[in-house]
Each structure stands twice: as C-alpha cells, then as structure tokens.
C-alpha cells in the first residue's frame, strides 16, 4: 500500500490551512503529515504522524466509506453515529452525553459558546485560563470570532473578525494567566479567587460566566482544582457554566465522569495524545446544557455540518447537509487509537508510562543542562502526586541554560533543525522566563527555550508488551538519541547540570 493513498490525501482536506502540506516537504507546519514515519517522534504535545497500523485501518474504512472518494451526506451522519457509540463506550459515558464533533480543537470553542448562548440577556462572559497553555487560535475562537481564513466548509474568512451571533455583543473574554512572571504555575487557590472576582463582574453585566477549566495544558496543568470547581459551583449553581479544556486528551475516564457529573462540558481531541493525525476533535456535552440549548448562533452554517450536531439539537437544521471526508477519517484514526489503548489493563499503561517518566528524569536531565517544568505550583509536588497518571506522559524541558540564555526563538529553530537528525519533540511553549537585567528581582525578560517531549497513545501500545528491562533499554536509547541532537543543535559542548525543578 502507497503512503501517499487517497485516505492520506483525504485527511489534509476539510479544516484549515493548518492540514496542508508544503509541496517541497511534504509536511504540514508542525512538520508531520498523515502518513507513517520513520522519524523518532516524542511530539504528541503538537502533533502526530500516524501509526502504521492505524494507516492500514483508515485506508481500509475509506474503502468501504467512500469507494469512489466521494462521501454522501447519509453515510457521514451515519460513520459520525458509530463513532459517537464507540467514544461512549471506550470512556465509559453514559448514552444522554451529546457529543459535538468539530475540525479542530480550536472550533470547539464555538461548541461551548453555542452551548450557553441566551442564558444572559448581556451575553456570556468567557473566562479563559492561560491563553499561551491553550493554543493561540482559541484566543480568537473563545472570544466568538473566526482564526483563520477559512473554515472547514471552505467559508473564506477573516481572522478576529465576528462569527454571526457570537460577535462582540454575544461575548466577552478574559484571560486569567496560569503562570507567574517567573513562569511558575499559581496554585489553584489564586486561580479560584481570579474566577471568583471575574464571575461578579460578569453577573454585574448581566452575562453568564463561562469558566474555563485546563485539564493537561501544553505543559501538563490541571487548574483549578476538582475542590476548588465544587466550591465555585456551590456559591453560584447554574448561574455558571464550567468547560474543561482537555483537548491534550491526556485524561482518564474517571476523570471525565468527574467532570460531567458536575454538568461540565469536555473537550478532547484526538491528535495529540490520543495519537491520530492533525486535526480532529470533539466536545462531551451533559444532558443538562444539551436539553436547555438555545437554537444554534446563525454564523455556525458557515462553520459546521448538520451531522456532526446532534440530531435533536436546536437550531441544527439550518446547518449545511454536507460531508467532510477527511474529518470523517482523522477521527477514524483517533477513535482507533483510543480504542486499542483502552483496552490495556492500567498497570500495564502505568509501567509504560513511568518507565518513559523515569528515562527522562534520568536520561535527559543530566548530561545537558536541562530543567523539567514542573507541572504544578512550586513547592506543591503533591498536587502532582494526585494527577491521573496520564500527566507524566508529558515533559516540558526548560533548555534556557543552554548557548547561556537561549531564548524561545532559539527553541523554534532547533525544533526545526532536530528533524535533520530524524527526530521530532513538541513545539516549544512561553512557560519560561530569561532573568531581566534591568528589573530589580531579575524576573520578567524574555521568554526562554523549551521544547517538549511526550508519549502518545501509539507508543504505549507498541511497547505494552515489552519487559521491564525492555523497557529501560528502549526509552533510554530514545532519550540519549535525543539528547545527543539536542546536543548538536545548540551547539552545546557539556556543562554541569542543573537541579530539576521542585
């Protein structure tokens, strides 16, 4: 079977320009493409090549979904049906769950926006945590605005312009930071009393808190606290809406039963830890806001298709009767990664991921002088001690101390330049700061290098059966592969280490 096949084709089509492949390269902008790669990748933290197995799976369905390479209306709704069924089934969520399906995480903004339209004469009042942690698009897209030129309907579109009905009259936005000026995560607490000073600002406009919760942000936050969410919906009740931003997907299903069972919505998406291709996603709807939904804003039609609503859903009917082909298939993808993960027992996924956890505590943070961001406020490792155990499937390596103060552009580079070397990390992250000469404390200059190394679904499959010696071996072969390009990249002859971040 040819790499480049129709499906291959077929899953760069139907979302924004973030799909297409540069002609000469043959790679999107992150540097992957839908299509089995010998590269060594850790960089589910921004996206995936897709596995070999999940390859021949999408081409087989595409046969059997649209022979000709066409796909009708009725055979969407129906493939997005199963899939419904099968997502149900693979978390554990109960059938009354309504599941939104959308072209990107980023368009799953407009999902919880439509999901709270109406419920405030002035509009909602979005309150979005630590917009560098989420992803820059959703700036625009959580504030009812479009990010790109076009959309997946192929609509031609104007980034930061309104999206009908989700306009700067519908909605309002406010980002509360996640990080300090020294890039430290603030503790739930403060995160908690942020909210709670924005929640009575909002009602005070007669708009209806919108609150955003980051479950396994770029660098692994869970802000606020499942404690501190209790205390905000005790003191507000339905005059609050919570959305949690899961969209790493690096979340367990008792973790989104939590969520639901406090009438949350869930995004997750299924191109970064789930390990499908670029670009996919879907929102968990509870009963509760799925029943009460006001008719769908007008500018949705130039957004979504009618079958990746529900059925019932109101105002459902005046989206396009349409097909998208390529989402159709990159969910495919998805659901078939997930599928074949959760179907591990969980100490078999736990030795996977502490071995991996292990290798790059002790294999990357050492011979350079590398720092590991820590997932959670100073001082407060406990909190991370609680996190479901998919969090240690992601490590954000601070390489600021490298060149003697590289710097965010600096990380960019060798992002890129780390593929001549057959390896691909995630993206580098603003979640570091360069000591400011000209500031008293010395915090607060520019932002430093990072760059970010994570499992995906696929690769705990693959060495699930591995032996623990096994497994040592291989994850510490991969970190001394990289740590010797990285190595290569900066330019970096050897330094004493420095201490891992507390």
Not at 30 to 39: C, E, H, I, L
Not at 307 to 315: K, L, N, R, T
């Amino acid at each position: 079977m040819k790499q480049d096949s129709a499906a291959s084709r077929a899953m760069t089509e139907g979302g924004d320009a973030r799909l297409h492949l540069d002609p000469q390269t043959g790679l999107n902008r992150y540097f992957s493409a839908p299509r089995p790669s010998d590269v060594l990748a850790y960089a589910s933290s921004t996206a995936n090549d897709i596995s070999a197995d999940a390859f021949v799976h999408v081409d087989s369905v595409m046969k059997e979904l649209a022979p000709g390479g066409e796909l009708a209306p009725k055979g969407y709704a129906a493939h997005l049906e199963q899939l419904r069924r099968r997502i149900r089934q693979a978390y554990s969520i109960p059938h009354d769950v309504e599941i939104v399906f959308a072209p990107s995480g980023t368009d799953l903004e407009y999902v919880a926006l439509a999901c709270v339209a109406g419920k405030a004469a002035g509009g909602t009042h979005n309150i979005l945590l630590g917009a560098d942690e989420v992803g820059s698009g959703c700036i625009h897209s959580a504030h009812g605005r479009y990010f790109a030129n076009e959309t997946a309907l192929g609509v031609a579109t104007k980034p930061g312009e309104g999206v009908p009905g989700l306009d700067d009259t519908h909605v309002d936005l406010i980002d509360i930071p996640v990080r300090d000026a020294r890039g430290y995560g603030r503790p739930s607490s403060d995160i908690a009393a942020a909210t709670e000073e924005v929640i009575g600002a909002a009602q005070a406009a007669d708009r209806h808190p919108l609150i955003h919760v980051v479950h396994g942000s770029k660098t692994g936050l869970i802000l606020p606290s499942m404690a501190d969410i209790d205390r905000l919906r005790a003191a507000h009740g339905e005059d609050v809406t919570f959305v949690v931003d899961a969209c790493q997907a690096r979340i367990t299903s008792a973790a989104i039963a939590d969520y639901l069972a406090r009438d949350a919505i869930v995004f997750i998406t299924g191109s970064k830890f789930m390990g499908g291709p670029p670009f996919s996603g879907f929102a968990l709807v509870p009963p509760s806001l799925a029943k009460g939904a006001a008719p769908l804003p007008a500018g949705l039609a130039t957004i979504f298709r009618r079958a990746e609503w529900p059925d019932d859903w109101p105002g459902a009917g005046r989206l396009p009767d349409g097909a998208n082909l390529g989402l159709s298939l990159r969910l495919e993808a998805s659901v078939f990664e997930l599928e074949r993960f959760q179907a591990l027992p969980l100490e078999t996924v736990t030795r996977v991921i502490l071995s991996f956890h292990a290798a790059v505590r002790g294999a990357m943070i050492g011979p350079l002088p590398i720092r590991r961001v820590a997932p959670y406020p100073p001082g407060d490792r406990a909190e991370a001690d609680s996190h479901p155990i998919e969090m240690r499937t992601l490590s954000t390596l601070d390489l600021s101390a490298l060149g003697g103060g590289a710097t965010f552009e600096d990380a960019q580079r060798w992002h890129r330049d780390l593929l001549a070397h057959g390896i691909r990390l995630g993206q580098p992250v603003k979640c570091v700061t360069l000591p400011d000469s000209g500031s008293a404390s010395g915090a607060g200059g520019r932002w430093g290098a990072t760059l970010r190394i994570g499992l995906s679904m696929p690769n705990i499959v693959a060495r699930s059966a591995l032996s623990d010696a096994a497994l040592t071996r291989a994850f510490e072969a991969d970190m001394d592969r990289i740590e010797l390009a990285l190595a290569a990249v900066s330019g970096q002859q050897g330094r004493p280490p420095l201490a891992e971040a507390c």
